[in-house]
Nanobody, 126 residues
Framework: QVQLAESGGGLAQVGGSLRLSCQTT???????????IAWFRQAPGKERQFVATINWNDGNTYYAESVKGRFAVSRDFAKNTVNLQMNSLKPEDTAVYYC????????????????WGQGTQVTVSS
């Protein structure tokens, strides 16, 4: 049973930075397998939307246009974590951020997600 747990959310000012981490437990990501972790976010009154994804095995990444050039997703094999470095934050980045996994190369659609974390709040104030 895979479990995902986010940490690192909080309050940041416009233009500031935050770093989120997703701790994975029981994940399958061995050589030759297709496994990916993604970050999604959900603002009040809006649908959950894709932010960034990384393939656990080869490290290739893919980003939503709204965060490209500002956010960076990475993985740490030793700690079994996936991190999301968020720079140049904007008020519209305010949301609950969730990590999610999939037995597939990348995960960009909520319908493809196998497991969700509990979420962590990110608030960007001006």
């Amino acid at each position: 049973q895979v479990q995902l747990a986010e940490s690192g959310g909080g309050l940041a000012q416009v233009g500031g930075s935050l770093r989120l981490s997703c701790q994975t437990t029981g994940a399958s990501g061995g050589s030759g397998s297709m496994y990916s972790i993604a970050w999604f976010r959900q603002a009040p009154g809006k649908e959950r939307q894709f932010v960034a994804t990384i393939n656990w095995n080869d490290g290739n990444t893919y980003y939503a246009e709204s965060v490209k050039g500002r956010f960076a997703v990475s993985r740490d094999f030793a700690k079994n974590t996936v991190n999301l470095q968020m720079n140049s934050l904007k008020p519209e980045d305010t949301a609950v951020y969730y990590c999610a996994d999939r037995e597939g190369y990348w995960v960009t659609q909520t319908l493809d997600v196998r497991n969700w974390g509990q979420g962590t709040q990110v608030t960007v104030s001006s």
